[in-house]
Structure formats: structure tokens, C-alpha cells
């Protein structure tokens, strides 16, 4: 219920094709709008795309689009990458005369990308009172009081004004939200960093006007940890509201103890003599790591991340070898996917563990583990 937008700045065009034929293959294109400056085109060109991708992401948000006989008013807006953009500015920047400040950017290249990026939002519901026998399609939004109520602070009034409705009147009335409102655009941009240079100039205004960021290491990557995702660095600002409560309750101590780890990795690798606590969350850390590692273009639904992250947590991989890990995943997956139907379907439609359901997840992990081989 997403409608895409690929932004391709100062990219290649064998790259951009690349990005193209894999959301062709797996039928991305369906729903994906791609917005192509790539690196043959001229700056001004560069400095242009992400506000007309931009543009089209607040248009669907605002109006929305019919794809498929679906209406969706979502959008997500992907800027590949403002480190390139901000390049092009630069250039327009300096062939225009305009005087050069830090690193010879412009001094408005923060507003340059704050103006960019704080047009993602999230536009209110609109609410009107009816009565219970009318229907619910929203036609032209007749009210029974005569008033629209706008976003969560119109609901409650709302849901205030219907009771003293049906005090006054004696008959009975429902809530009806119109479903083309509460469309939404999300930004996602990328930034190149040198050399793993986070504290630069592009890098730190990004990050300071976003809601977190995930940093991509280059050494893991090359280490064949992938995604490369370096914990210690990467935060969010909103924490766990944007977690599922399943995700919560099985990951609450993941980053903290892969941090550890990765601190603790490092000390370890001087030589020197570690006692038996360190060396479990050396092995247990270990297997988390590989636990993590997932294939390009392989994503995985939150059962199964919620299932295997509850099985690394609760140290039922502590016995399995690090180098079996991604085999008893896959095995795992499977098996709970065929075994146990019940308890995919819990976590799907509650998104949460319930009590009964952690016994059943205990036990189907042991059990898999006594047929592991």
C-alpha cells in the first residue's frame, strides 16, 4: 500500500539500470516511480531531481493514486544520494559567483536539504458523525451534526460530540473517517561518507534533520557481515514506537549486546586472557552476528525475524556452531512455517508474543534442536 520514488542523483547509468531491472524482476515496478540525474546530466539537472521527486511524493500524499483498484494516499521518497546533490549545488553555487563558506559550500546548504526533507509528513484523518443504520462510504461527507473533525485531537472531540448526540436525540450514532485523508510521505536519503567520516559537514546536517540514521561500515562489509550495519553508530530517535510490540519484547537488548560485543571482539583479538563470562558473550555475540546476515534482495516477515531474534536472545544457538548458524536459520524458519501455522498467525495479527505462545516457540525450539544435525 506504498507507492515508491527512486531518486537517482549523479549516479551512473548502468548503475540506475542495474537498480531498475532488479525492481522489474521482482515486480517492484508496479507501484515505483523512478527519477533519474544521473552523472552525464548537468548539475542544474542534479540539483532539481529530488525536489521534483519530492513533488510527486506530495501528490500522492495529498490526492492519491489508484494502482491495481487500490487507492493509496503512502509514499516513499528514496534520494540517492544528497552527498551528490549537495556536490551539484556547489558547482551551480560557484559558477554563479554566490560566496563560498565551509568545505566551499554556499551557506544555505543546510536549508538546502532541511526544506527537502521536512516535507515528509503525515496529513491528519478527517472524521464526521453519522447515524448507525447510514453507510459508511464517504460519499460527500455529510455530518449529522453539520461539522468535519480533523486528526486525533477532532476524534476525541468527535467521539465527545456523538454521546451528547445521542443523549439529545435518543438515537444511536458511529464514527466514519474518510478514507482519502491521512495520506503520508516518508524521506529516506542516502549519504556517502568518506573514508567512514561521519563527523563531515553533508553527513552531520543530514543527520541532524532526520529521525536517525543507519551506518553502513565498509569493514564489516568486507568481513562479510551483511548489511555491514555498525550498531554503535546507528540510532533512532523515535527508539521503539516504530518497533511492533513482538519486535520489542525479543530485541529489546539486541543493539546494546551486539555494542558489547563488538567492544569486546576487538580487546579480544590483543590476546589476552578472557574469563568464562567474557568468552560466552564472545560466542553468544558471534552467533547473533550470524544470525543477522541476510542475502540481497531476501526479506524476511516479522514472524521470522521475531522467531529466530527470540531463539539468539534466550541462548538456544549457544551449542550450535557459529559456521551451522544460517543453515538451522533457514531449517528453523521452515519448520515453524510448516509446524507450527497457529503461532505464525498470532504474531501476524496481534503483533506480539502472548505467554502461551512463548511456551509453544520454547518448545518447538527445543524440539528442532534435538533433530538438528
Known sequence: GVVCIYVAIGQKLAQVARVVSTLEQYGAMDYTIVVVASAADSATLQYIAPYAGCAMGEEIMEN?????GQFINDALCVYDDLTKHAYAYRQ???????PPAREAYPGDIFYLH????????RLAYQWVIREADDSDEWGD????NGKIYDGAIGEETAKHDMKALAAETGKKYKLVKNPRTGGSL????????QLGDVSAYIPTNVISITDGQLFLETDLFNAGIRPAINVGISVSRVGGDAQTRAMKQVASRLKLDLAQFRELQAF?????DVDKTTLQLLER???MTELLKQKQYEPRPLWAQVVAIFAGTNGYLDKIPVNRIQDWE???IKYIEMSYPDLVNGIMTEKRISDENIAKLRSAIEAFNRTFS
Open 114 to 121: 532541511s526544506r527537502l526533507l521536512e516535507r515528509a509528513a
Open 141 to 144: 461527507g455529510h455530518s449529522a
Open 92 to 98: 551551480v553555487s560557484l559558477l554563479l559567483r554566490r
Open 330 to 332: 533457514q531449517q528453523f
Open 268 to 272: 579480544a583479538t590483543f590476546g589476552s
Open 285 to 287: 555475540g558471534r552467533r
Open 186 to 193: 516518508t524521506a529516506l536519503p542516502i549519504i556517502e561518507t
Open 64 to 68: 492519491g493514486v489508484t494502482i491495481g
